[in-house]
């Protein structure tokens, strides 16, 4: 179930070899007849589509990227959705869920891989929700999703799971309604501390090391016979 599951998204394969993006996915590909390699996805430059001006004294405006979001995800906040319509500006980025549409006040197409992250660095947005359900498929998945928010300087309020676990600073919550609410409200009382999130999250990836060590070792690891 796992292999069919990560075929045609998380998983590729190369000369017999499964190719993954990260541990947690090679350990769960552990018995397959195939060696495993893994390679992290990683970041690409860009530059914003146009300068973001971000507005004062609005309402926080809150960003849900759908795009990789599973009904389990979207339960953790279809109920916030309406709650905190009268709150905060709600964007979605990607598909629109069922029954959230009276409460969306901006809603962006996906614009495909190779624009995504000059089209997020563009949207005028205060802070970026990653819901995560702690679901067996869920603890696969990567914290690629840090990285993208770090680099557009968005400040992100994500799941506190194992799969979101990253060196890259965030707001992390329990999966809770009561606590996606608390920390939601929290954000919107406290806008400064957003920016500073966004700065420490971007510091940090500036201070990673993308291109050598063990990035290099994967590629060429994945990608060579």
């Not at 609410?181 to 993308?210: G, K, T």
Request: net charge negative; aromatic share 6%.
């Amino acid at each position: 179930e796992i292999t069919t599951r990560l075929v045609g998204s998380e998983m590729c394969i190369r000369d017999s070899r499964l190719i993954v993006q990260n541990h947690a996915q090679a350990e769960a590909l552990r018995h397959s007849d195939r060696p495993v390699a893994i390679l992290s996805r990683a970041l690409i430059p860009f530059t914003p589509l146009h300068k973001v001006t971000r507005r004062e004294g609005e309402k926080l405006r809150v960003l849900c990227n759908t795009c990789e979001l599973n009904d389990a995800d979207i339960e953790l906040i279809h109920n916030l959705v309406r709650e905190l319509a009268s709150e905060v500006t709600w964007q979605v980025l990607g598909p629109l869920p069922a029954g959230w549409e009276p409460w969306i006040e901006e809603h962006y197409r996906y614009p495909g891989h190779e624009y995504y992250l000059p089209f997020l660095a563009s949207i005028d947005t205060d802070l970026a929700i990653v819901p995560r359900a702690d679901t067996k498929f869920n603890r696969l998945k990567d914290n690629f999703c840090l990285l993208e928010t770090a680099a557009c300087a968005i400040p992100a309020l994500v799941s506190d799971v194992g799969s979101l676990q990253s060196h890259i600073p965030a707001i992390r919550v329990r999966n809770r309604k009561v606590d996606w609410l608390a920390a939601i409200r929290l954000a919107a009382s406290e806008r400064s501390d957003l920016a500073n999130f966004a700065h420490n999250a971007r510091h940090a990836l500036q201070d990673s090391d993308w291109l050598t060590g063990e990035i290099i070792n994967q590629h060429l690891h994945a990608w060579l016979p």
